[in-house]
Nanobody
């Protein structure tokens, strides 16, 4: 069983930067694909970014590409989401997710939330204009 503890969300102003963290326990992150999803008020949860077990492959949603960076420190069993140039549309609850490494059936496999087995409790990010 994998437990995920995500943290780092808070109120910031437009243009600010923020780093979210997700600490995993129960399994090493080198054996997990880790992802970040977010849920904006009144909307469905959406994919933000993901990183492979080794950390060598990353994927981003178009809406955050060039502004957000996902990274992981397998020695600390922690995944990060560095968010720059935040805008009010980034306001959401951000969730960390983990999946055992599997053979992906297509390039979008790990952008789908139903392919993740473990979830953090979520951390609120609010960006004021």
């Amino acid at each position: 069983q994998v437990q995920l503890l995500d943290s780092g969300g808070r109120l910031v102003e437009a243009g600010d930067s923020l780093r979210l963290s997700c600490a995993a326990s129960g399994r090493t992150t080198s054996s997990l694909v880790m992802g970040w999803f977010r849920q904006r008020s009144g909307k469905e949860r959406e994919f933000v970014a993901r990183i492979s077990g080794s950390g060598g492959i990353t994927t981003y949603a178009d809406s955050v590409k060039g502004r957000f960076t996902i990274s992981k420190d397998n020695t600390k069993n922690t995944v990060y989401l560095q968010m720059n140039s935040l805008n009010p549309e980034d306001t959401a609850v951000y969730y960390c997710a983990a999946s055992p490494v599997r053979i992906a059936i297509d390039s979008l496999y790990y952008t789908r939330e139903n392919n993740y087995d473990y979830w953090g409790q979520g951390t609120q990010v609010t960006v004021s204009s």
